[in-house]
Every structure is written in C-alpha cells, then in structure tokens.
C-alpha cells in the first residue's frame, strides 16, 4: 500500500484518480472506481441540468459508500451554463472533494471551502498551478502533453513537467497523462508527483458507460493513434486519431480556416451520440491520450486498480532495489 500526500488529504486507499469525462463520468464508472479504491469525478456538466446532477449524486452514494468527487468545468459557452447552481448541487449533495478545470476557480472557492469542500483544479502549466495554489486549492492535478483533452499550447510532457511543478508547489500533485500502469504510477511519484489521474485507462473498463467498440479499439490502437486538433485557433486538443479527427487537421491547415469550417465535425453531440453511443467509430471526435499504447485489455476498474498497486508494489519492493543493491 502506497502512502503520500494525496491519499492522507483525500483520505483514498490509493493514489490514482479517475478525473472528469463529459459524457463517461456518471454514477457506474465513478462508484466502480470508488469500490475499487481510487478517487473518480462525476462529470457535472454531463447533466443537464443542476436538478439532474443532485439525482447523479445520489445514485452514486447508493451505489458505493467511499469518497469520491465530482468534476466542475468552467468554460465559455455560447448558451449561459448556471455554474453557482451546479456549485450548490455539489454542495447539498455532500459531495467533499471537487475538481475544477478551465477557467479561474476564485469566484466558486469560497463557497467550498465553507462547505468543508477540498478542491483539485487541472492546470496545463506550472504558471497556472502556482497561481490555483495561492487561490487556496488543496492539490493540483498537472496535464502533460500526451493527455487527452486540452494539454495548452506549450506541449510539455509529464517527465519534465512534473518534476517542474513539484519544485514549486507545496501541495499534492496528481500527474495527468499518458498514465495507465504500474511502472506509471512509481514513475510520477519519483517525479515528485503524489497521485495519477488516468481517463482513457478507465474508458477501457467493463463499468465505463461507452459502446464495447470504443472500448476494444482503444486496446487496438497504439501510442501514435491520437491526433492533435484546433491548434490554429489556440484551443489544442488530442483526441483519437479517426477518419474525422484527420478530416478537421486537413481543414484546420487551409488558409484562412476558422472554427466554424470544422465545428459540424467536432461537435461535441455527434461524438457522444455516433460514437460513445452507438459505436460507429469514424462517425464523430472522441477523447483518448497516448496511454492507448499501454492499454491491452478491458477490464473492471477492480483489476485495473488492482493491477496497478500490485505492479507499482512489485517495482519498488523488488525490481528498483535490486538495481541498488
């Protein structure tokens, strides 16, 4: 059993995390992942409405009595997404851990931290993280290059990124991307890190709310099956490399492109309807990192979770030290 600064904060049996999915963050996953261990993040704004995330809530503490969090994403939007009611769902559910991401936590900090509420916010650098430590976040969860998602525009990679947010930081670090096995996890802690948060690794599972064929082609896929999308409109983001990711980077690339031009392709509703749902999968944009490549089975989130502590356990107490001695 690993012990560090995130499993004493969080009070979790062990320091992985399953960080919010839109769409794949609901009450089976995140229950699976919590009576496996691990702390997972329901997907708030996967509920329409803030009415629909409190009933989210409730299913889950029916469905596991172990801690887990719920995921708050603060991003623009074109129709007003009513954030202070998502907030207080949050907070009459008795949810005591939250994961912001986007933009700036400050205007919801405040209300969690009088509701006893421990915060993680995702940041994409280390500028980003030093300043969500002195708003009074509890950890911060860092996002390399290789996660899926939005890794910003300075395409750092965990194995310096890490290490540079640890120098700076005197709170938890949970280290996000291309994370999905044992030798991950001993990695990240010598690194400095005190936690890994895995998405595509628990996509990859027999509880993960997505059609099979999405879950079997991420055990197909390898390391290079990923594609970078809207990096020239400064909004980068890896997703799964697929017969539509390669036709918005072939669009993106004309001169004079805008978001608009590929906005058909990208929406976020043809991904989780074609795809997620129905398992066509060249039929819409869907999220996977480069862990894909680490990935060889679907399997239940107990022995993913398990697999991982006894490989990460075998590492440090035997293979390491047997290069020392």
């Known amino acids: 059993m690993f012990k560090t600064s995130f499993t004493k904060t969080f009070g979790i049996e062990h320091p992985i995390v399953c960080g919010g999915m839109t769409a794949v963050g609901t009450a089976e996953l995140i229950s699976a992942v919590a009576n496996a261990g691990a702390l997972g993040f329901l997907a708030a704004l996967t509920q329409p409405t803030p009415e629909g995330l409190a009933k989210e809530i409730a299913r889950t503490q029916e469905l596991t009595d172990k801690p887990f969090g ?116 001993v990695a990240a802690l010598a690194l400095g890190a005190a936690a890994v948060n895995m998405g595509t690794r628990f996509v990859a599972t027999t509880e993960a709310p997505v059609h099979e064929n999405v879950k079997k082609q991420i055990v197909a896929n390898d390391e290079r099956a990923t594609q970078i999308v809207f990096r020239e409109f400064h909004n980068s983001a890896r997703v799964a490399r697929n017969a539509i990711s390669e036709e918005i980077a072939v669009i993106s690339r004309r001169p004079g492109a805008t978001f608009a031009d590929i906005a058909h392709l990208a929406a976020g509703q043809r991904g989780r309807t074609e795809v997620l749902g129905n398992g066509n999968m060249d039929d819409g944009m869907w999220w996977a990192s480069q862990a894909q490549g680490l990935i060889h089975e679907v399997a239940s989130c107990a022995e993913v979770v398990d697999r991982i502590m006894a490989d990460a356990q075998g590492l440090v107490s035997k293979t390491l030290r047997d290069l020392v001695s």
């Open 70 to 185: 719920v995921n708050l994403t603060i991003l623009p939007t074109i129709k007003p997404v009513p954030y202070e009611e998502y907030r207080d769902a949050i907070i009459e559910g008795g949810v005591k851990i939250v994961e912001t991401a986007g933009a700036n936590p400050a205007p919801h900090i405040p209300a969690f931290k009088a509701a006893g509420v421990k915060v993680i916010h995702k940041a994409v650098a280390v500028r980003h993280a030093i300043k969500a430590e002195k708003l009074g976040v509890d950890a911060i969860s860092i996002d390399g290059f290789e996660c899926a998602g939005h890794p910003g525009e300075d395409d750092i990679p965990g194995l310096v990124l890490i290490p540079a947010a640890a120098r700076q930081l005197s709170i938890p670090i949970i280290a996000s991307g291309g994370f999905a096995n044992g030798a991950g996890l």
